[in-house]
């Protein structure tokens, strides 16, 4: 299968392990050198309407990724959701 990057803001992350709905993917890190692609970004719970508020990003590393459907991404995260601050870029 195969799935553009574009296509991946229009489905929704979603944690098998307890069902929590992190939100839409808002931006991909790629790696440059390999053109893979190496995390999602998802809003955290403080962004409203695309606004910058206080709060963190969900980081989803691309090995979480268990499966891309039409409408949903599903991920495994054990433990807490990781978060990163938004500067531009990940960390």
């Known amino acids: ?44 719970p403080c962004r409203i309407l695309g606004l910058f508020l206080p709060g963190d990003d969900y980081i989803i590393n691309w090995e979480c990724v268990k499966r891309i459907g039409d409408d949903l991404i599903l991920v495994e995260i054990h433990g807490e959701k990781p978060r990163s601050k938004r500067h531009g870029h990940f960390r």
């Open 1 to 44: 299968m195969h799935c553009r990057i574009a296509d991946l803001r229009c489905k929704e992350v979603v944690n098998i392990c307890d069902g929590f709905r992190l939100g839409y993917v808002e931006d991909v890190l790629l790696d440059t050198d390999t053109g893979r692609i190496l995390a999602l970004a998802v809003p955290g």
